[in-house]
């Protein structure tokens, strides 16, 4: 019902509150309406309990840009009081039972406590922004280059021939509007594409022999090549646009690749720090300590 860690409210949520609002209604005073004059900044009273405007101000500035917007597309600031209002009248059923009081529920808050200081305390020693160079980005790239498509963004395609004649009477064939995947199912020699048409997917390098390698650079799509003699036959090749889907999909794994590599460059720099902190630090191991060590040893 109020406002999560990570700033979203769901629109059930949401619902859920408007209704415990309106039935709880009456055993809260608003100051609205006919309700006696409120005191100036105070918004509502509950159970004696103001709420003011320099808190609804507060929390309201600390909702996330879409939740905000959410909030003025489903009722406003007058909802988002409502589910003030709904968190204090829990808060105060909750110190009721004592919760406030619970020693773990404390401890808990104390964490919580810290980790903000922490987190506080990074943000200052890491003040400048990590960025990746374009010499960066390219090195790891070029590591992981086999997730990749090369710049030469083809699907490629093969058939290999016993013979110089029956490779030119393919490619006449071909360049006469015959089916380069159908003639590849029927005469290709090429165990590995024969029964795919000859269809070796997206370009790569090693894809294809070095010869054949050599004129898929000088091909311009739907375009077959002369026959290209090898030790082990003769080939005709050919190159096609790739799908769309494909090249999305490579643009997503670029992203993926470049925020590894973001995340890897970022806890670096945090391990600097904290090895920096270390560094100035006079630290000595409890005899106790070495039992810790057995425990791990022993696992």
């Known amino acids: 019902m109020t406002r ?20 709880l209604g009456g055993s ?3 100051l609205t309406g006919c309700s006696p004059p409120p005191e100036e900044g105070v918004l ?7 709420v003011t405007q320099t808190e609804f ?5 600390e909702l996330a840009e879409a939740t905000r917007a959410r909030y003025e597309k489903d009722g406003g600031k007058r909802l988002f009081l409502d589910e003030l209002i709904t968190r204090e009248l829990l808060m105060q059923e909750a110190r009721k039972l004592g919760l406030d009081q619970n020693d773990a529920i404390r401890d808990r808050a104390q964490r919580y406590k810290e980790q903000l200081i922490l987190d506080e305390l990074l943000k200052d020693r890491i003040k400048a922004k990590v960025e990746l160079s374009q010499e960066e980005l390219d090195a790891f790239y070029e590591k992981h280059a086999h997730e990749l498509l ?13 013979n110089i004649s029956a490779a030119k009477d393919l490619e006449h064939q071909i360049n006469q509007g015959g089916d380069f995947a159908k003639f590849a199912q029927r005469y290709s020699i090429d165990g590995k594409t024969k029964a795919k048409g000859g269809d070796l997917g997206p370009y790569h390098n090693g894809l294809v022999v070095p010869e054949v390698d050599a004129v898929v650079h000088t091909l311009k799509p739907d375009m077959v090549s002369a026959p290209i003699k090898t ?13 769309k889907e494909i090249i999305q999909a490579d643009v997503a794994v670029r992203e993926r690749l470049r925020q590894e590599l973001l995340n890897e460059k970022r806890r670096r720099r945090f391990d600097g720090v904290i090895a920096d902190i270390r560094a100035k630090a ?4 409890a005899d106790a300590s070495r039992y810790l060590a057995d425990d791990v040893s022993k696992r």
């Not at 999560?4 to 039935?23: D, E, I, K, P």
């Not at 030790?231 to 799908?243: E, N, P, S």
């Not at 006079?282 to 191991?285: F, Y």
């Open 231 to 243: 030790d082990v036959g003769y080939y005709l090749v050919k190159i096609t646009a790739l799908d």
């Open 28 to 30: 809260l005073l608003l």
């Open 4 to 23: 999560t860690s990570n700033g979203s409210v769901s629109g059930g949520a949401v619902r859920l509150v408007s209704l415990l609002v309106g039935a």
């Open 282 to 285: 006079v630290i000595r191991l």
């Open 57 to 61: 101000d507060t929390r309201w500035g």
């Open 150 to 162: 090369t710049p030469l963004k083809v699907q490629v395609w093969q058939m290999l021939l016993p």
């Open 44 to 50: 509502a009273l509950v159970n004696g309990r103001q």
